[in-house]
């Protein structure tokens, strides 16, 4: 069995200098940076373990990033030639992480947008007999007003914080 051949990448003058804005860039985030040089190298002909070494990187990211670009050749040359205006954010959506599954919010918006409103508010005018809103005394007023069925007093200090 023969190794696999690595995607080979191929770039229009336009799609290298953006890549190279972006690899070069002071005002860039790191991993547009990073991914930038892993397809610039690759249309250099530089193979997974070349990039990897030269850049000190991981294999799999060298690989994943590289077979991306390769998926998407099609479509952004597409985008080169219909709306080259809007190059420059096809690459940057190729080169962007792909939304990732996690837990469901415990919280909808609705109930944090109360469990804040009513932080604003004053305990007095809710009849708790406190000068200002403590963690615990928010969670129980919470709950006793039907917002949500249960929640830790981090939680409410959490929302407090994003406040």
């Not at 250099?44 to 850049?55: F, L, P, V, W």
């Not at 420059?88 to 804040?116: M, N, W, Y």
């Not at 007095?124 to 963690?135: A, R």
Request: hydrophobic share 35%; glycine share 4%.
């Amino acid at each position: 069995m023969y190794p696999r051949q690595a995607a080979l990448i191929q770039l229009t003058e336009k799609q290298r200098a953006i890549l190279e804005r972006m690899a070069n860039g002071t005002h860039i985030q790191l991993h547009f940076k990073e991914r930038a040089t892993i397809i610039l190298a690759a249309s250099q002909g530089m193979s997974n373990t070349s990039i990897t070494k030269e850049y000190n990187l991981n294999r799999g990211t060298v690989k994943k990033w590289r077979n991306r670009w390769a998926k998407e050749e099609k479509d952004i040359m597409q985008i080169e030639i219909d709306k080259p205006h809007k190059l420059k954010s096809c690459i940057e959506t190729v080169l962007s992480d792909q939304p990732r599954p996690g837990k469901p919010a415990t919280f909808t918006p609705e109930q944090v947008a109360h469990i804040i409103s009513l932080s604003c508010k004053t305990p007095e005018s809710v009849g708790i007999p406190l000068s200002h809103w403590t963690p615990s005394a928010l969670r129980v007023e919470v709950i006793k007003a039907g917002i949500v069925e249960s929640i830790s007093v981090r939680q409410i200090g959490r929302f407090l914080k994003r406040k």
